[in-house]
């Protein structure tokens, strides 16, 4: 079935693009096991495209799209591509071992971006997105287009560019709202007349791409599929350029909640919600406000007396949505120190990790730790630790060991021992302003990396004194950014794991940056909006 016969008349595609728009957030740099992590959620999620990536941009991109083509299986895999042969080239390169491939290549349209950004005129973005669709089109059936910037452009001139780019076989039509500008009402106005301008759109899925700089992207996604779209573009807890993109739970979740009344209905599998937003929070190093709508800790709970008594007497008082359609009860998984490795594999394949083997014993062992530690052992504890077993494969170097004195007379010191990617022990101390302090700056020295701090949180898994930690850290290095998040009982050994981890994903930037140069743009215009 094509993608333009699975949008149905109530059928909405869910296209996400965490890992790519949501990836272009400040700080976040996930690596290729980070991102297939989340593919394979997105992919128990039921979304129905998930976009990969872009993979000009760098060989970390590529090979990040590569490998979700080659093993996430079900939706259909995009990768985004500017109007020139050779993003479209490196772009189908990414996708051509998906099952099902999809390019998606964009150009603005708005006068602002073709005078100041492009440097060109109408004329040429009209021949550039002829000739890129038909590129894009030589190689796969699913191709998408998008007139950038298109809700700040002429309207007669995106239909223009939009009806070419349908003659050339695009399959779907995506309008961004690129900088957040438009209101509901406007743009489910723009798309209807952009039906009457350009004929062809009935032909093919009509998609939504909108910013949240006002607050407005879900609202303006909504009032889209008013106007006839059939496609959301939107990233798991609303993450992406500047404020964001519209955020995939709002979104997903007002179409089921509400399905009486607006009729139309995605695929996606709701209980898995927010297991997916968890994951994404803690490898993205975001965190999710507590009153976010849906997945913040607040979405479901009631502070006020009032409104504990009337939904202790009837739920429906104060709920619209019941907890456990986005999947909040998935803490009733409990393991303690007597639990076996059956019931380990069991408890986590419940929560869609299975493992056997080596894995299996890796995880047991980090579980045995963690239960000596902590009466109880809850679902939320072992998607942490699980998260966190995983980027231990990735890091380039790792923390070995560390000690610190620390007084409340004299400054903290700090000695840690750090293995470099060549399996060497590299020792740094340092004499800090607090024990996290002297604990970073002795990584520096062991590292001999200058690495600046940026961002440091601390946050508890569960509640309770025997909590585990969630430490994230973002750290700046020789230009590049790097994120690092881990978890431990230990804050102090956790901020240290973080911090190694950061600066690792900073270190592997440095080597990725010069490569991206080499693409036939500027880097800074290499991250679309
Ligand atoms: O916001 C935007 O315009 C984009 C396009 C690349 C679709 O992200
Ligand atoms: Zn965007």
Redesign the pocket.
């Known amino acids: 079935m094509t993608q333009s016969e699975e949008a149905t008349d109530n059928r909405v595609l869910i296209f996400d ?1 965490t890992l790519r ?1 949501g990836e272009q957030s400040p700080g976040i740099s996930l690596n290729t096991q980070e991102k297939l992590e989340i593919a394979q959620q997105l992919a128990r999620l039921g979304v129905d495209v998930i976009e990969a990536g872009f993979p000009i941009t760098s060989p970390g991109d590529f090979e990040a799209v590569q490998a979700i083509s080659r093993t996430v299986h079900g939706p259909v895999i995009a990768a ?1 591509a500017r109007c020139h042969a050779a993003d479209i080239d490196a772009a189908f390169n990414a996708v051509r071992d998906a099952d099902r491939p999809r390019i ?1 290549t ?1 150009i603005s349209t708005s006068d602002i971006h073709i005078r100041h950004q492009l440097q060109s005129t109408r004329e040429d973005v009209k021949g550039q997105a002829r000739a890129a669709v038909a590129h894009a089109k030589s190689y796969v059936d699913d191709v998408e287009f ?1 007139p ?2 298109a809700t700040r452009a002429d309207l007669e001139f995106t239909a223009e560019v939009c009806q070419i780019a349908i003659d050339e076989g695009a399959t779907t039509i ?1 309008i ?1 709202d ?1 900088v957040g500008y438009t209101m509901p009402h406007e743009y489910e106005a723009m798309l209807r007349r952009l039906y009457e301008l350009a004929p062809g759109l009935r032909g093919v899925v009509l998609s939504v ?1 909108c ?1 949240d700089d006002l607050g407005l992207a879900v609202a303006n996604s909504f009032a889209g599929l008013r106007a006839g779209a059939r496609q959301v ?1 939107c990233a798991v807890n609303g993450i992406g ?1 500047r404020a964001g993109n519209a955020s995939l739970e709002e979104i997903v979740m007002l179409l089921h909640t509400r399905a009486a009344d607006i009729g139309l209905r995605t695929g996606a599998v709701t209980r898995e919600i927010a297991r997916t937003s968890r994951m994404v929070s803690r490898l993205t190093g975001y965190a999710v406000q507590p009153n976010k709508a849906i997945v913040g800790r607040n979405a479901f709970a009631h502070e006020s007396g009032i409104h504990q008594d009337g939904v202790l007497k009837e739920r429906t008082t104060y709920e619209i949505m019941d907890a456990t359609t986005v999947g909040l009860e998935a803490n009733s998984i409990v393991l303690g120190k007597h639990s076996g490795r059956h019931a380990l594999a069991q408890a986590l394949s419940q929560l869609g990790f299975e493992l056997e083997g080596q894995p299996l014993n890796a995880a047991f062992k980090r579980f045995k730790e963690l239960a000596d530690r902590k009466k109880q052992v809850t679902a939320m504890d072992l998607e942490a630790l699980m998260t966190d077993e995983m980027r231990q494969e990735v890091a380039g170097y790792t923390l070995s060991w560390f000690d610190v004195e620390a007084s409340s007379r004299r400054p903290p010191h700090a000695t840690v021992a750090v293995h470099g990617p060549d399996g060497d022990e590299l020792v740094g101390s340092f004499t800090g302003d607090g024990p996290v302090d002297a604990i970073f700056h002795a990584i520096n020295a062991a590292t001999n990396v200058e690495a600046r701090l940026r961002e440091f949180r601390v946050d508890a898994v569960t509640g309770g004194q025997d909590a585990l930690g969630e430490t994230s850290v973002v750290l700046e290095a020789a230009g590049a950014t790097g994120a690092g998040q881990a978890v431990s009982t230990d804050i102090l050994e956790a901020a240290a794991r973080a911090y190694v981890r950061a600066l690792s994903n900073a270190v592997r930037r440095q080597g990725a940056l010069p490569e991206a140069a080499d693409a036939t743009a500027p880097a800074e215009i290499l991250r ?2």
């Open positions: 693009t728009d985004l998606h964009f998008s950038m910037d995506n961004p690129t791409h910013h573009e350029e679309a909006p």
